[in-house]
């Protein structure tokens, strides 16, 4: 378990990491989301006792992260895998030699060694890739590689930064499934630090954003994204994802229905029950870790608005106006 309390990291006058309050349960995978800059990689690096913090506390297991030196912090450290954008793979080193360097530096022998790194490159799927160089594999050979490595010493938290980002989107996905497949089978906690939005979703359970340094939202995955707060429309309007704007007059409408809700023509029914039109905006059905969630954008005239909640209401049907898309352009600058 991890849990940080008032976790506050400047760099000088500048405050990379401001009063930051996380829970982060055992062997739950996490996603720590926002822009470029906004303190992500800082934080795993207060998590694996790379760097230390001003003031607040950082407990990894009940043990408080800035208090651990020397040979204590090594082993901390063993505890924690990590692998990033860039792979990290030493070029002149086979890929069994690359996945055996954290094992060779903690002295094991050579045979336990080699049987550990055949059982890691299975995990990966990599078997037949042992004798070849870096340089001749494909990005997401290398990561896989990668997380081999950070997995050797078997630890208890992978700490995941852009780990996907430098891959193609259908090869960030296969590395995502192979990390979730890696957390239900072994159990271990997984952070995964991206700005990439689409990646999060099928894979992360739990996610908080960062601002500027700061928490900014937090929350299971598909509530957040189901009624995304201020915090997170922004970050998703930054990367286009928002391009819903009626145009026109009336207020925008999120209609959140329940699986067995969605599976009936909700929209015909009420424009037929109550003898009113609305024009759809969007409608969406998303995959999540934890199953589907399905929403309809619509937009109302003000005219008809009252009697479409009124409608809702006694279909029981979650919903929520979206903020004016005035207001969102005028935070976002
Ligand atoms: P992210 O990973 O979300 O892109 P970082 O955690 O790398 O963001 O950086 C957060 C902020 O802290 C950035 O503005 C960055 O310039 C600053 N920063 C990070 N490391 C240092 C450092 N060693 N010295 C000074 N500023 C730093
Ligand atoms: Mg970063």
């Known amino acids: 378990m991890i849990e940080i309390q008032g976790l506050c990291k400047h760099f000088d006058d500048f405050r990379a990491l401001e009063d930051i309050h996380m829970t982060m349960e055992s062997g739950k995978v996490y996603g720590l989301i926002g822009q470029s800059g906004s303190g992500k990689s800082t934080l795993l690096r207060c998590i694996n006792g790379l760097t230390t913090y001003e ?57 336990e060694r080699e049987r550990r790194v055949d059982e890691l490159l299975e995990m990966v799927q990599l078997p037949d890739k042992g004798k070849a160089l870096p340089r001749e594999l494909s990005g997401g050979q290398k990561q896989r590689v990668a997380i081999a490595r950070a997995l050797a010493m078997n630890p208890k938290i992978l700490l995941c930064d852009e780990a996907t980002s430098a891959l193609d989107p259908n090869i960030a996905e296969t590395i995502m499934d192979l990390l979730s497949d890696i957390n ?42 189901s009624q995304p707060p201020e915090a997170l429309r922004r970050l998703m309007g930054s990367q286009g994802e928002t391009a819903v704007s009626g145009g026109g007059e009336g207020t925008v409408l999120r209609l959140l229905p329940t699986p067995e809700q969605a599976e009936k023509p909700i929209l015909s029914r009420m424009a037929r029950e109550l003898g009113e039109d609305f024009s759809v905006l969007r409608a969406d059905r998303e995959q999540y870790r934890h199953g589907a969630v399905t929403y309809l954008l619509i937009q109302v005239s003000p005219k008809v608005l009252p009697a479409v909640e009124n409608w809702l209401g006694e279909q029981n049907i979650a919903w929520a106006a979206e903020p004016r898309q005035e207001k969102r352009e005028e935070e976002a600058v």
């Open 55 to 111: 003031k607040g506390s950082l407990k990894v297991d009940g043990v408080e992260v800035s208090s651990l030196q020397g040979r204590q912090a090594r082993e901390f450290r063993r505890g924690i895998g990590m692998i990033f954008q860039q792979f990290s793979l030493l070029s002149r080193l086979t890929v069994r030699e690359n996945i055996a360097l954290p094992m060779k530096c903690w002295k094991w022998d050579k045979r």
């Open 184 to 225: 239900k089978r072994l159990g271990i906690t997984i952070i995964v630090v991206t700005h990439q939005l689409s990646i999060l979703k099928a894979s992360c359970e739990q996610v908080y954003l960062l601002e500027k340094g700061r928490l900014a939202a937090q929350g299971d995955i598909t509530s957040l994204f």
